[in-house]
């Protein structure tokens, strides 16, 4: 805005004009707003009785518009109204007039649970004229009710460049009982907490005991653009409640902090730090059926066998416990905090789909093929000798449609579990109350590569070496040898990022001998653009809060 009119019309009412221009300076603002206050004053306005108290709901605040229509102010407050004579000031006077840069919202909760709001628009839909209210302009006495009451002040941008306000009192019949700020609950497992994203910045201070990398969660994100603090309890390894994943290791959801529990101290947490929530957001589920050892089972030949988490039978039962779980964390949740959203979301897949031989295979394709050449030389021999002598007679090399098997097979085993973990969490939110957002990682797979991955995949080092013709001492060893560097990239402290026990068989026939080696480097948490990607799926579903 570039230029600034006062005038006074024959009411003694005062206006100011703004014109807007990029070149309009925050400074000004405040100089305008002030002064508005000051001339509005001298007019006359008519005479009040003395406030019985008064409480700053925000001091003058005037800066550069973010994003048009953007939230700058939110803040919420408890007060005692015997009378509920109470008025909106400028200042502690009681008869100094006010104005906001564009819009105010003003929502009062009263003790019995019912609300009422009131809205006014300064900027007169956008006219270039910003029009202070002396108090006693909007009429606050339908909003209270007897006892406590919860006020909310909220303060909105509608025209861009420039958003501010003068200072904000509320004078009268109170007492103040104390404030409160708005702020994100964030719960649930690794994936909620940033697992593998590294210490945050040297400025953040997380609470007591929070993951050291909560400050690159989603939730974090989304915080940032609501403008709003956020709380985070989600910690890695945790389940939806201690007795989930009964099968095959019972009592492994103890240790760290279940939901359930997390749910518990969030209260202690949030009135510490005078915060109530207004979104909660949670990802639980994968701890509950051991997903990532599954994917470990699956690369250790240990598939299908009674120490899989995801056989079919302990699969079943995993979920099904799952499922209770997660509805009794929900129903506590609205038990707690009653009309606020909670988001659950679902978890993307983190595998590419389905390829055909002579499309470009995953990075890690050759570590699949070894360790699918292992899970047959553990439970079929005979089957993995007449497969390797299909291969030719030297100088041999292995058929590309072999490493397509080996993808497909792991693709089609990590969509299944995922797909059943996702159906298990969308029967527990579906009562109507919750909100669900599935989160797709689709083209951004941990075989997308590190421009596009959105995921962390294994690092990996593989080898297989084929005894040519198989059995005979003095025939030909071919190596094929396939190191796969971590990627898309490497994860970082705080974790312990756990190693893949190496194997490294021969068959007693000299045919074929395999080795494998390597982490899970963090497989399959988001990576930086992940998190990000999962706040913009959730943030773009959101209410108005």
Known sequence: MEKAHWSADPTGEVRVNLACTSRYTAKLTAAILVVAGALVALTGPPASAAPTNSLQLSPPVSQVVGATGETFFDKSFKINTPSGAVALSGAADGVTPFAVDDVLELTVTRADGSSSSISHDFSDGCSGTITPLAPGDLNLLPLL???????????????????????????????????????????????????????????????AGAFPSVAYSYSADIADRLHMPYLNLAEPGACAAADDAPAPRPGSCQDPAPVSAQIDASVGSLAQLNETPALITLTVGADS??????????????????????????????????????????????????????????????VPPPIKVGQPTCGIAGALLASDLYDQYLHNRVGLLARVASWGPPPTRIPPAEFVRAQNQFSAFASHITGQLDQAISLAAADGTDRLTRISFAGHDMCAGKAQAWVFGPALRAGISVHVPPGIPFGHWFF??????????????????????????????????????????????????????????????????
């Open 480 to 545: 094929f040898g396939y190191d796969v560097p971590a990627s898309p990239a490497t994860c970082q402290f705080p974790i312990v990022d756990p190693k893949l026990p190496s194997f490294d068989v021969g068959q007693s026939t000299n045919a074929i001998r395999l080795q494998l080696s390597g982490s899970v480097n963090c497989m399959p948490h988001p990576t930086l653009a992940g998190q990000s990607a999962i706040a913009d799926q959730i943030y773009d579903g959101l209410p108005p809060l």
């Open 145 to 207: 009710g007897a006892g406590t009451d919860t006020v909310r002040v909220v303060l909105k941008d509608k025209c861009g460049s420039q958003e501010g306000n003068t200072a904000l009192w509320l004078v009268g019949d109170l007492t103040s009982i104390g404030t409160t700020t708005r702020a994100i609950l964030a719960l649930g497992d690794s994936v909620a907490a940033g697992y593998g994203l590294g210490y945050a910045p040297g400025n953040f201070n997380p609470p």
């Open 289 to 350: 059926i051991e997903f990532s050892e599954c994917l470990t089972a699956y690369l250790e030949g240990k598939r299908n066998t009674a120490a899989d988490p995801c056989s079919a039978a302990n699969l079943t039962r995993n979920l099904t416990q799952l499922g209770s779980s997660l509805r009794g964390d929900l129903d506590k949740l609205h038990r707690l905090y009653p009309a606020v959203p909670v988001v659950v979301t679902d978890y993307y897949d983190p």
